[in-house]
């Protein structure tokens, strides 16, 4: 089950069902399950609390993933910060909606084991977000 929250913000307008959908084909599309995936927005200063006290990082973010997967089962917390997500969009040139389902499907990327930190996988990371992207129809 997929769910979304707020915290401190406004529900992003996201069509929660054809979203939860084309988040389980992506999810399928790496040989895996969607278990228990809760989305929480968040503000800027939400999720810098967030990441100063599970993580131990003093900065804003647009995702924060806490992975709890089970063998192919997906599971997690995602807390996305619009207010990162908004500038981000607007520093890119990209459409605020774009960016946020970007994001969206870039935390379950994280779940199904794709990385971004080390070196070329930011390239690899991309590539799948731009997959995923392509298939949500």
């Known amino acids: 089950m997929i769910t979304y929250n707020v915290d401190g913000v406004k529900m992003p307008k996201i069509k929660k069902r054809e979203t939860t959908a084309w988040i389980k084909r992506v999810a399928a599309s790496h040989g895996r399950k969607v278990g228990e995936i809760g989305y929480m927005f968040v503000d800027d200063e939400k999720i810098l609390e967030v990441n100063n006290e599970y993580l131990g990082h003093d900065y804003y973010t647009d995702i924060i993933t806490f992975d709890y997967d089970e063998g192919d089962v997906l599971n997690g917390d995602l807390v996305i910060s619009l207010d990162t997500v908004r500038s981000n969009a607007e520093q890119l ?37 731009n997959k995923a992207l392509a298939m949500r129809g």
């Open 93 to 129: 040139g990209k459409d605020y909606y774009e960016e946020l389902h970007r994001v969206i499907i870039h935390g379950i990327l994280h779940l199904c084991g794709i990385n971004d930190k080390g070196p070329g996988e930011r390239e690899i990371m991309e590539e799948n977000e």
